[in-house]
Nanobody
Framework: QVQLVESGGGLVQPGGSLRLSCAVSGTGVSINVMGWYRHTPGSQLELVADITSDHQTNYSDYVKGRFTIARDNAKNTGYLQMNSLNPAVLSFFFC???????????????WGQGTQVTVPS
């Protein structure tokens, strides 16, 4: 059973910082790409950033220079450092992981439950 658990969301003032974490649990798994997605009410789910197992990163244009994605393969944990946060009434950040199940020889996409980030204007 693979589970993704996010943490680190909360309320922060404009210009502030937050660090999100995503812990992947499960045995006999190999994590390929990990990504962070954002959903704002009334908008579609959008990619924020993702990172491969060998630490190649990809960022959406609106977070470049402000957010940093990282991962610790030994801990099966991903991180999103968010700096210079812009005002947004309410956003949810979701962790996604592409996980290879060794015993089955297949790869699945898993999602966390989401963590709320609020930056009041």
């Amino acid at each position: 059973q693979v589970q993704l658990v996010e943490s680190g969301g909360g309320l922060v003032q404009p210009g502030g910082s937050l660090r999100l974490s995503c812990a992947v649990s499960g045995t006999g798994v190999s994590i390929n790409v990990m990504g962070w997605y954002r959903h704002t009410p009334g908008s579609q789910l959008e990619l924020v950033a993702d990172i491969t197992s060998d630490h190649q990163t990809n960022y959406s244009d609106y977070v470049k220079g402000r957010f940093t994605i990282a991962r610790d393969n030994a801990k099966n944990t991903g991180y999103l450092q968010m700096n210079s946060l812009n005002p947004a009434v309410l956003s949810f950040f979701f962790c996604n992981a592409s996980v290879f199940i060794t015993s089955q020889g297949v790869k699945y996409d898993y999602w966390g439950q989401g963590t709320q980030v609020t930056v009041p204007s």
